[in-house]
């Protein structure tokens, strides 16, 4: 029973905080110091369930990319993306290759909450003196893939955090133009990682994974994130970003003032 409510509450943490600016990876970390351990496998896969649940949520504005690809800005769009995924997938497995791991202690986290949070209220403050554009440059679509590599590297900075602000940074100023490109382009990263995972765990033989629990939690993400975005995406069109970047100097502070060095 123990078990069962631990999956549940890392598929409501991944759920709520993978496409909140407020980094998943970040949160399932100091979750496992008290609700154990898992798997690299259990947590891409958690991620794939609120991944999924971006699919659903804007399954018309992927259909229209995809059976509008004879139209100039659809297909512009979609190379964009393209290119950002490479980008991310390219220096990703340059950077696993040059042995980046992830932290396995709280102590960089809470850093990275703080500095992030920090790194919010700037862009946002910078971005609103810019004029209000939508358009995705070539730019943006670089910028933003480099940002993914630079979110998974270091966990608590958040990838929506990081390529949703990177992306006004660069000029596609408007909240809800720049959070759709970035939700966009986590679907087939997130799902590459996910296939990724599988694929080591098969190399290294049968894996040890209780696949009833990964299927509960994944789940439980799917279901939670769907009604987080969809909160998410009716909060942006009315408020900034602020009140997650507050969330973050807390959550960060806490963590560096509660937790014993090391932790």
């Known amino acids: 029973m123990a078990e069962l409510l631990n999956v549940i509450l890392l598929g409501l943490i991944e759920g709520i905080t993978e496409f909140l600016p407020i980094s998943s990876t970040g949160h399932l970390l100091i979750a496992e110091h008290w609700l154990g351990h898992r798997s690299d496998l259990f947590n891409v896969a958690i991620q794939s369930g609120a991944i999924l649940a971006v699919v659903f949520i804007y399954w018309k504005r992927l259909w229209q990319l995809a059976t509008g690809l004879g139209d100039a800005t659809n297909r512009a769009y979609v ?27 709280v102590t960089p986290v809470a850093w990275a909450l703080i500095l992030g949070g920090v790194f919010m209220v700037g862009a946002e403050w910078f971005a609103a003196k810019q004029p209000d554009r939508s358009e995705v440059t070539w730019r943006v ?32 100023s408007n909240r809800s133009a720049a959070t759709e490109f970035s939700f966009l382009l986590g679907i087939p990263t997130m799902f590459a990682a996910a296939g990724y995972e599988f694929l080591k765990a098969n190399k290294a033989g049968a894996p040890h994974e209780d696949w009833s629990a990964l299927g509960i939690a994944f789940v439980v993400s799917l279901v939670t994130a769907f009604v987080a975005v969809k909160w998410l995406l009716g909060y942006i069109r009315t408020h900034r970003f602020t009140a997650f970047a507050i969330y973050r100097f807390v959550l960060g502070i806490a963590l560096l003032l509660l937790l014993p060095a090391g932790v």
């Open 79 to 105: 190379l964009k993306l393209l290119v950002a995924f490479v980008i991310t997938a390219v220096l990703g497995l340059i950077a696993t290759k040059l042995g980046f791991k992830l932290p396995e202690t």
């Open 141 to 172: 679509a670089i910028l933003v893939g480099i940002a993914q590599v630079v979110a998974g590297v270091f966990p608590g900075t958040s990838r929506s955090a990081a390529t949703i602000f990177v992306a006004m940074l660069a000029g596609t």
